[in-house]
């Protein structure tokens, strides 16, 4: 089993649309929860960054962490085509250094 | 204050060939990261470095691999006798310490042919 699943679609909405993405982790170690955005063929961007579990709002992105269920979202609210990416999850025990583990990341398409 | 650099971004080797990966971490940071990323897979940790130590390469392969984070200049990451199997995109990641925060570079992008 993996440490991190993660959909990887496609997904495909029109311009304006709420998009849920989504994560599952086994290890109930995992303290520090991160979204990541990435173009194609770029680097992956830091989006949000959450500890523990709970809410964390940052314009249109909200991030939640369930720990009980071991899951994790990432809302994209008004969608627009510049949101066209992927989204990768990532995850660590929370020691500074903690190697992070990815989700395979996700690929949005959306549509004007 | 610039990002993360890595080069070259595009690396041609032919197999056997050694291919050696550069990182310059942002100003500031001490901690860089370098991850493996394939073709409908996810980002894989490779090896973690701080100035002049490594504190975790159990991500590495045992052989061929290998890094170094000098007290001067940027982290190498340095592929002896390349395989296909090495083709892939390498991206090398710096933090300041002390956070979760971890910036990507723009990745390496290695063909052996």
């Known amino acids: 089993q993996k440490e991190v699943e993660q959909d990887p679609g496609p997904l495909s909405v029109p311009e304006g649309a709420i998009v849920s993405l989504n994560c599952t982790y086994s290890?109930?170690?995992?303290?520090?929860f991160m979204w990541y955005r990435q173009y194609s063929r770029k680097g992956p961007e830091l989006l949000m960054y959450t500890y523990s579990s709970g809410n964390k709002e940052d314009g249109r992105f909200t991030a939640q962490v369930d720990k009980s269920s071991k899951y994790i979202s990432l809302f994209i609210r008004d969608s627009q085509p510049s949101d066209s990416a992927t989204y990768l999850c990532a995850m660590s025990e929370g020691s500074t250094g903690n190697q992070f583990y990815f989700g395979t990341g996700t690929s949005l398409t959306v549509i004007p | 204050n610039a990002g993360v650099m890595q080069n070259p971004r595009h690396l041609v080797r032919r197999r056997g060939q050694e291919a050696r990966l550069r990182c310059s971490p942002m100003k500031g940071h001490s901690h860089v990261y370098w991850y493996r990323q394939l073709p409908e897979e996810g980002l894989k940790f490779m090896v973690y470095?701080?100035?002049?130590?490594?504190?975790?390469e159990s991500g590495m392969p045992k052989e061929r691999f290998s890094a170094e984070f000098p007290k001067e200049g940027p982290s190498i990451l340095r592929i002896q006798q390349v395989v296909r199997g090495d083709s892939a995109a390498y991206f090398c990641?710096?933090?300041?310490?002390?956070?979760?925060?971890?910036?990507f570079g723009p990745g390496t992008r290695l063909l052996v042919l």
């Open positions: 290890n109930s170690a995992f303290q520090y």
């Open positions: 990641a710096s933090s300041p310490g002390g956070t979760q925060t971890q910036y």
């Open positions: 470095l701080q100035k002049e130590n490594i504190i975790d």
